[in-house]
C-alpha cells in the first residue's frame, strides 16, 4: 500500500484518449490539469447554448474564459470545462472535479469573443459547434474529435460492469481500497450537492458529506428566477415570498441527498456566494429576468449596481448574507429539518450537520444558530419527531482561526474551508495568482502551489491554532476540511498529523484520499514503534 503514490491513483479512475486516435490529431494549446481525464465534443460559450445542445444528443465541451455559478447548468450537461483563466482552485476546477468532469483552466493562449462565438489560438480559429478535445490529466488542448473510453473502476463501480470487475484493474483497486479501510484512523467524506455525487461517493467509500453547497440547488430549472426575485425584493415581506419559492425545491434536494446516504452524516453549508452572482448582467437577461419575476427591468439594473463590489471574495457574502436577511437562513433550514423529518418517517436514519460560512466573530455565528434552533425545533413539533443534529462553521478567515477557542463556545463542529483560508492567509486571489505563482515555484518562494496543497507553515499553523483553540473549550469538538486541498495526498498526510475527525473532498478524489490516509496512519504506526 505504502509503494503506490498516493496522487497518481486518480489516473485509473479518469477517461482516457484512444491511443490510435491521438497519433493523428494536433495539440494546439496548453493549460493547467484541473479534472483528470479526457474529453471530446462541440465548443459552446455559454451554459444556455451549452445545455440546448446536450438536450439534442450532441456531446459538449464548455469553453469560457472562466466560469461562475451561474454556469452550472452548462458544466453539468458538459463532457468537459475548458477556459482560459483560472488556476487548479479556481470556480471551474473545483466544480469539476466534484462532478467528476475532465477539465483544462488557464490555457492563457486562447482568445475567446464571447460577442462572435470564436476560439482562436495559434493561427487556429473554431466557432461554436466545432470539435475540440481536452485532456484534463496533463492540460492538453486538441484541434477536433478524439475518441475517448472510460477507465475500467469507473465502468466496474458506477455501472456495475461485469466484465470491468472481472478485470485485474478492477480487482486490484478493489483491493487496494480494502487495505485502507483497516488502517485508516482519518475518515474520508466528498463534497456533493446532489444524490447522484453523494452516490458516486459512497461508492468510492467516503464516510458521509463534508461539504454540501446549497447555492448550486438554485441553478436547477427556473429556480434561479425565485432567487434573483427574493434578492430583487424591497422589503422583507416580499423577500419572504420569494423564499417561500424556493423552500420546497431545496427541501426535495434534501430529501434526495438523505435517502442516497442513508444514515451517514451530511455537513451543509447555508448560503455562501455573494448575490451578485446570481444576477444577470446582459440586457437581454436582464430584461427576461424582469418579465419572469413582475418588475421594471430598471428595478432589476439598480440592484445589480447597488451589488457591485470591488472585492466580492472579501464582502457581502457568508454568514453576512444571514445576518443581514436571516429569513434566508431560515429558509435553508426549515428545508433542511422538513426533509430529515420526511426521510426519517420512512425508517432511513437522518445525521444533518448545520454549517455557517464565513464566521470571524462568534456573535455573527451566534445569532445565525439561534435560528437554526429555532427552526429545529419548530419543524420537530409540527412532525411530532426528534432530530438529531449538529450546528458548527467552516474555519476560513484567520480571525476565526484566531479566535477558535471563543467561537467552539457555539460551534459543535469546525470544518476548515482551506480554499478561502488561503486566500485571506497569504492575501492571494486563487484566480489571479496564476501569473506569477510558476516563477515564484521556480524560485523556491513556495514549493507548491498553495491552493492546490496546504501552505503547511502558514496557513497550517493558522489551523493549528484553530483545533488547539477548539478543543481547549470543547474537547469532543468535531474537526473537518472540506477545501479541495481534502483530496490532496500531502494535505491529508497533514490533516492525519493535526488529529482531524475528517478530510472532504470530491467524490472522484476520494479513492486518493482514503489511500493517503491509509498511509498517514501507517507512516504514523511505524514511527511510535520506533
Given at each position: 500500500?505504502?509503494r503506490v503514490p498516493?496522487?497518481q491513483l486518480?489516473q485509473v479512475l479518469?477517461?482516457?484518449?484512444?491511443?490510435t486516435?491521438?497519433?493523428?490529431?494536433?495539440?494546439i494549446?496548453t493549460?493547467?490539469?484541473?479534472?483528470?481525464?479526457a474529453?471530446?465534443?462541440?465548443?459552446?460559450?455559454?451554459?444556455?447554448?451549452?445545455?440546448?445542445?446536450?438536450?439534442?444528443?450532441?456531446?459538449?465541451?464548455?469553453?469560457?474564459?472562466?466560469?461562475?455559478p451561474?454556469?452550472?447548468?452548462?458544466?453539468?450537461?458538459?463532457?468537459?470545462i475548458?477556459?482560459?483563466?483560472?488556476?487548479?482552485?479556481?470556480?471551474?476546477a473545483?466544480?469539476?472535479?466534484?462532478m467528476?468532469k475532465?477539465?483544462?483552466?488557464?490555457?492563457?493562449?486562447?482568445?475567446?469573443?464571447?460577442?462572435?462565438s470564436?476560439?482562436?489560438?495559434?493561427?487556429?480559429?473554431?466557432?461554436?459547434g466545432?470539435?475540440?478535445?481536452?485532456d484534463?490529466?496533463?492540460?492538453?488542448v486538441?484541434?477536433?474529435?478524439v475518441a475517448t473510453?472510460?477507465?475500467?473502476?469507473?465502468?466496474g463501480?458506477?455501472?456495475?460492469d461485469a466484465?470491468?470487475?472481472?478485470?485485474?484493474?478492477?480487482q486490484?483497486?478493489?483491493q487496494?481500497m480494502?487495505?485502507?479501510?483497516k488502517?485508516?484512523?482519518?475518515?474520508?467524506?466528498t463534497n456533493?450537492?446532489?444524490?447522484e455525487?453523494?452516490?458516486?461517493?459512497?461508492?468510492f467509500?467516503a464516510?458521509?458529506?463534508?461539504?454540501?453547497r446549497t447555492?448550486?440547488?438554485?441553478?436547477?430549472?427556473?429556480?434561479?428566477?425565485a432567487?434573483r426575485?427574493?434578492?430583487?425584493?424591497?422589503?422583507?415581506?416580499?423577500r419572504?415570498?420569494a423564499?417561500?419559492k424556493l423552500?420546497?425545491?431545496?427541501?426535495?434536494?434534501?430529501?434526495?441527498?438523505?435517502?442516497a446516504?442513508?444514515?451517514?452524516?451530511a455537513?451543509?453549508r447555508l448560503?455562501?456566494?455573494p448575490?451578485?452572482?446570481?444576477?444577470?448582467?446582459?440586457?437581454?437577461?436582464?430584461?427576461?429576468?424582469?418579465?419572469?419575476?413582475?418588475?421594471?427591468?430598471?428595478?432589476v439594473?439598480?440592484?445589480?449596481t447597488?451589488?457591485?463590489e470591488?472585492?466580492?471574495m472579501?464582502?457581502?457574502?457568508?454568514?453576512?448574507?444571514?445576518?443581514?436577511?436571516?429569513?434566508?437562513?431560515?429558509?435553508?433550514c426549515?428545508?433542511i429539518?422538513?426533509?430529515?423529518?420526511?426521510?426519517?418517517k420512512?425508517?432511513i436514519?437522518?445525521?444533518?450537520?448545520?454549517?455557517i460560512?464565513?464566521?470571524?466573530?462568534?456573535?455573527e455565528?451566534?445569532l445565525?444558530?439561534?435560528?437554526?434552533?429555532?427552526?429545529?425545533?419548530e419543524?420537530?413539533?409540527k412532525k411530532?419527531?426528534?432530530?438529531?443534529?449538529?450546528?458548527?462553521t467552516?474555519?476560513?478567515?484567520p480571525?476565526?482561526a484566531l479566535?477558535?477557542?471563543e467561537?467552539a463556545?457555539?460551534a459543535?463542529?469546525?470544518s476548515?474551508?482551506?480554499?478561502?483560508?488561503t486566500?485571506?492567509a497569504?492575501?492571494?486571489?486563487?484566480?489571479?495568482s496564476?501569473?506569477f505563482l510558476?516563477?515564484?515555484?521556480?524560485l523556491?518562494?513556495?514549493?507548491?502551489?498553495?491552493?492546490?496543497?496546504?501552505?503547511?507553515?502558514?496557513?497550517?499553523r493558522?489551523?493549528?491554532?484553530?483545533v488547539e483553540?477548539?478543543?481547549?473549550?470543547?474537547?469532543?469538538i468535531?474537526?473537518?476540511?472540506?477545501?479541495?486541498?481534502g483530496?490532496?495526498?500531502d494535505?491529508?498526510?497533514?490533516?492525519?498529523k493535526l488529529?482531524?475527525t475528517?478530510?472532504s473532498?470530491?467524490?472522484?478524489?476520494?479513492?486518493?484520499?482514503?489511500?493517503a490516509?491509509?498511509q498517514?496512519?501507517?507512516?504514523d504506526?511505524?514511527a511510535?514503534?520506533?
Amino acid at each position: 500500500m505504502t509503494r503506490v503514490p498516493a496522487d497518481q491513483l486518480d489516473q485509473v479512475l479518469a477517461p482516457v484518449f484512444d491511443r490510435t486516435a491521438l497519433k493523428n490529431t494536433a495539440a494546439i494549446a496548453t493549460g493547467l490539469p484541473a479534472g483528470p481525464g479526457a474529453a471530446s465534443g462541440k465548443i459552446y460559450f455559454n451554459a444556455e447554448r451549452a445545455v440546448e445542445a446536450a438536450e439534442k444528443g450532441d456531446k459538449v465541451l464548455l469553453v469560457r474564459i472562466e466560469t461562475s455559478p451561474e454556469d452550472l447548468r452548462g458544466m453539468i450537461a458538459a463532457e468537459g470545462i475548458l477556459t482560459a483563466r483560472g488556476g487548479v482552485s479556481s470556480h471551474a476546477a473545483l466544480v469539476a472535479r466534484q462532478m467528476g468532469k475532465v477539465c483544462v483552466c488557464g490555457a492563457s493562449a486562447l482568445h475567446i469573443s464571447y460577442e462572435a462565438s470564436t476560439l482562436e489560438v495559434g493561427g487556429h480559429k473554431f466557432k461554436q459547434g466545432d470539435w475540440l478535445s481536452i485532456d484534463g490529466t496533463s492540460g492538453t488542448v486538441y484541434a477536433g474529435q478524439v475518441a475517448t473510453m472510460p477507465s475500467e473502476v469507473i465502468q466496474g463501480l458506477l455501472s456495475g460492469d461485469a466484465k470491468a470487475r472481472a478485470g485485474s484493474t478492477y480487482q486490484n483497486f478493489v483491493q487496494l481500497m480494502g487495505w485502507c479501510a483497516k488502517v485508516t484512523r482519518l475518515q474520508v467524506r466528498t463534497n456533493a450537492d446532489s444524490p447522484e455525487q453523494t452516490r458516486n461517493a459512497i461508492s468510492f467509500g467516503a464516510s458521509g458529506i463534508g461539504l454540501c453547497r446549497t447555492e448550486h440547488m438554485f441553478f436547477e430549472g427556473d429556480r434561479i428566477y425565485a432567487v434573483r426575485e427574493m434578492i430583487v425584493a424591497e422589503s422583507v415581506e416580499a423577500r419572504t415570498a420569494a423564499l417561500a419559492k424556493l423552500l420546497p425545491y431545496q427541501r426535495a434536494d434534501f430529501a434526495g441527498i438523505f435517502t442516497a446516504l442513508k444514515g451517514l452524516p451530511a455537513t451543509i453549508r447555508l448560503l455562501d456566494p455573494p448575490l451578485h452572482e446570481f444576477l444577470p448582467h446582459d440586457d437581454t437577461t436582464v430584461r427576461e429576468t424582469a418579465e419572469k419575476i413582475g418588475v421594471k427591468p430598471e428595478q432589476v439594473s439598480r440592484r445589480v449596481t447597488e451589488l457591485h463590489e470591488f472585492n466580492p471574495m472579501l464582502g457581502f457574502r457568508g454568514c453576512r448574507l444571514g445576518v443581514t436577511y436571516p429569513e434566508i437562513s431560515e429558509m435553508q433550514c426549515r428545508a433542511i429539518f422538513e426533509a430529515a423529518a420526511d426521510v426519517q418517517k420512512k425508517g432511513i436514519k437522518v445525521r444533518p450537520e448545520i454549517m455557517i460560512p464565513l464566521v470571524g466573530f462568534k456573535k455573527e455565528l451566534d445569532l445565525q444558530v439561534e435560528i437554526v434552533h429555532r427552526v429545529a425545533a419548530e419543524v420537530a413539533a409540527k412532525k411530532k419527531t426528534k432530530i438529531n443534529y449538529l450546528v458548527g462553521t467552516m474555519i476560513e478567515v484567520p480571525r476565526g482561526a484566531l479566535t477558535s477557542h471563543e467561537i467552539a463556545e457555539t460551534a459543535q463542529f469546525f470544518s476548515f474551508g482551506t480554499n478561502d483560508l488561503t486566500q485571506t492567509a497569504l492575501g492571494m486571489s486563487r484566480d489571479d495568482s496564476g501569473s506569477f505563482l510558476p516563477k515564484y515555484q521556480e524560485l523556491e518562494i513556495v514549493k507548491k502551489n498553495p491552493f492546490a496543497s496546504i501552505d503547511q507553515t502558514g496557513v497550517g499553523r493558522l489551523m493549528q491554532i484553530a483545533v488547539e483553540g477548539g478543543r481547549q473549550t470543547r474537547p469532543d469538538i468535531k474537526l473537518g476540511i472540506c477545501g479541495e486541498h481534502g483530496g490532496d495526498p500531502d494535505s491529508v498526510k497533514f490533516c492525519h498529523k493535526l488529529g482531524l475527525t475528517y478530510v472532504s473532498c470530491s467524490p472522484f478524489r476520494v479513492p486518493t484520499a482514503r489511500l493517503a490516509a491509509a498511509q498517514a496512519a501507517l507512516a504514523d504506526a511505524k514511527a511510535k514503534k520506533k
